[in-house]
């Protein structure tokens, strides 16, 4: 069983930044791809950034140049750098971690959550 264990949430003004963590319970070597899900209230899950494989990145067009997404193999931990912070932003961030089973499937573990109010 894989454990994803989010971070760093919190209330935070617009122009303002903010640093998620995610800890993996196990070696993020594991894993295909991780990434960052984001749900704001009546609103679908929306993927916000994604690290795949080797280090390639992967970013939702309402973030790019302003967040940035990495990783420290040695702390099995994701990290998601958040820069100019807009209301908008406010969600709920999910941490992402995929499995490869086969060629056409895969295993997606999430965390609990953590919560991201950008407000004055």
């Known amino acids: 069983q894989v454990q994803l264990v989010e971070s760093g949430g919190g209330l935070v003004q617009p122009g303002g930044s903010l640093r998620l963590s995610c800890a993996a319970s196990?070696?993020?070597?594991?894993?295909?791809?991780m990434g960052w899900y984001r749900q704001a209230p009546g609103k679908q899950r929306e993927l916000v950034a994604a690290?795949?494989?080797?280090?390639?990145?992967n970013y939702s067009d309402s973030v790019k140049g302003r967040f940035t997404i990495s990783r420290d193999n040695t702390k099995n931990t994701v990290y998601l750098q958040m820069n100019s912070l807009k209301p908008e932003d406010t969600a709920v961030y999910y941490c992402?971690?995929?499995?490869?089973?086969?060629?056409?499937?895969?295993?997606?573990?999430w965390g609990q959550g953590t919560q991201v109010t950008v407000s004055s």
């Open positions: 992402n971690a995929k499995k490869r089973l086969s060629v056409i499937d895969e295993l997606d573990y």
């Open positions: 196990r070696s993020i070597f594991s894993f295909s791809a």
């Open positions: 690290i795949i494989s080797v280090d390639r990145t």
